[in-house]
């Protein structure tokens, strides 16, 4: 994080505004819509000034800068194309410990001015730290769209009746309760101007809660797909939102778990080979238990929580305790890794079906039905077996499939560390070693992998294979 993210209180506070063209003139209103006093100094104001909103707090107070001005002052805002004399300003109010924006040039910055959705008392900013305002202005104008102007009256009506929905609700409730309101027709009464309506509603509620305990204790059952955050779904990522704890696995990557809920317990119960750290038996009599203390409970898992993530096991357990729980399917690894690989698992010319297996050993050997697997017409997505890949290989050719039968195994599939080898089933356990794959990988095998080098879209700034290659041309860096 470059910047931390705070909002000023400028009411009745002095700024002071450096420089008098028209994007001065736009910093000015800014600060005014802030509640700000604000002195200029500039030896002309553009005329954008004299339309300024609360021009009576405005002044211009000198025509050149001087360190004078900075007494007590609370804020500066530099609008100015000559570097020196900007950073002539910058310096001398970092001297005083006063906060200073330059406009256009971050380097000289104390703090910068985001992109700003204004619902008043509702606010969000949107920044690229100095380095792209035209793309923050961009994600601005999206979000406009997602957020009705009427928040703010929301907002303002949940804030009427704090005090007494804290009196008449326990500690422990209230997040819930006010969850519920702002998910209930309050919130479209509000949206739709009935503010009469949606008070007596909210009144109706506040009733009912305190009669009637608020018990929201759930298992969210959420696919976070294979890596990527932005292959997530909606659905999805509001729950992560709304939980109160987050049960995750290894395979749930890093910036997705950022996307949970900042307050929330997480609680690691990540799987590697041969390393559970939680037994399965113990996952599920957590989520039971966390379930049964009221609490909200996400269990994140990698890729779609159905296709060898063992979701039908907890939900079992569930059921069987009378455990209320939600299912969210996520993107499954084959379906996103092969996509991002430009390994289309189903073609007209190649392959009229796919199959799903696992490649996880146990006992050194394969529990796996191969004459129905090993078909020259279909798809094998194989999960987890990187550790059995010479085995897996020997296997197929030995009941059916030719050692020329094309396959590629991907390393960290949909994320920017994505790498794709390909070569066939007598090549590809070599490839894999001398690359120095690391879990998880995904392989797949058939003759749709021939499409990768025309189809592979997704190019990642860290090591790509080629489907040609062979072991003598791979590069240094991956030897």
Request: charged content about 25%; glycine content about 6%.
């Amino acid at each position: 994080m470059d910047y931390l993210p705070i909002f000023l209180d400028l009411r009745d506070r002095t700024c002071l505004l450096v420089g008098g063209s028209e994007t001065a003139a736009r910093k000015a209103e800014l600060l005014l819509r802030a509640g700000a006093r604000v002195e200029v100094a500039a030896p002309e104001l553009h005329e954008c000034f004299k339309r300024l909103p609360y021009a009576e707090h405005l002044s211009r107070v000198a025509d050149v800068f001087s360190d004078e001005l900075l007494e007590g002052k609370d804020a500066v805002i530099v609008v100015e194309e000559d570097v020196a004399a900007a950073k002539l300003v910058a310096d001398a109010a970092r001297v005083r410990h006063i906060p200073v924006n330059v406009a256009d040039k971050p380097a000289l910055c104390s703090f910068i001015l985001p992109s700003i959705i204004d619902r008043s008392p509702i606010m969000v900013a949107v920044s690229s730290g100095g380095e792209s305002p035209v793309l923050a202005r961009m994600l601005r104008a999206r979000l406009e769209t997602l957020i009705p102007a009427a928040y703010g009256r929301l907002s303002s009506l949940a804030s009427r009746y704090k005090t007494r929905v804290r009196e008449a609700i326990k500690p422990e409730q209230r997040r819930a309760f006010w969850e519920k309101v702002f998910l209930s027709p309050v919130a479209e009464m509000v949206f739709s101007g009935r503010d009469v309506e949606a008070e007596a509603e909210l009144n109706a509620m506040i009733k009912d809660s305190a009669a009637n305990e608020i018990t929201r204790g759930e298992v969210y059952l959420v696919g976070a797909g294979p890596g990527n955050p932005d292959l997530l779904t909606f659905r999805a990522l509001r729950l992560m939102q709304q939980a109160d704890v987050i049960v995750y696995d290894r395979l749930v990557s890093q910036p997705i778990l950022d996307m949970c809920r900042r307050d929330a317990e997480r609680v690691y119960v990540g799987k590697e080979r041969d390393d559970h750290a939680v037994p399965q038996e113990e996952i599920n009599l957590m989520l039971v238990r966390l379930a049964k203390e009221g609490k909200r409970t996400l269990r994140l898992k990698g890729g779609d929580p159905f296709i060898f993530g063992r979701g039908g096991e907890e939900i079992e357990i569930l059921v069987e305790h009378g455990v209320s729980f939600q299912v969210v399917p996520g993107i499954t690894a084959a379906a996103g890794v092969s996509s991002y690989a430009g390994i289309p698992l189903t073609h007209r010319d190649y392959a009229q079906s796919v199959t799903f297996v696992t490649g996880h050993l146990k006992d050194n050997t394969f529990n796996l039905n191969w004459e129905g697997i090993a078909r020259q017409d279909q798809t094998i997505v194989i999960y987890m077996g990187l550790k059995g890949l010479p085995m897996l290989c020997e296997a197929l050719i030995k009941h059916g499939l030719t050692a020329e039968t094309p396959a590629a195994i991907i390393q960290h599939g949909t994320l920017p560390t994505q790498r794709v080898i390909t070569g066939d089933l007598n090549t590809l356990p070599s490839l894999a070693e001398e690359a120095g794959l690391k879990a998880p990988t995904l392989i797949i095998v058939g003759n749709v992998v021939k499409l990768r080098e025309k189809l592979g879209w997704y190019q990642p700034e860290l090591h790509s294979e080629q489907a040609h290659r062979t072991p003598l041309e791979t590069p240094d860096h991956l030897r």
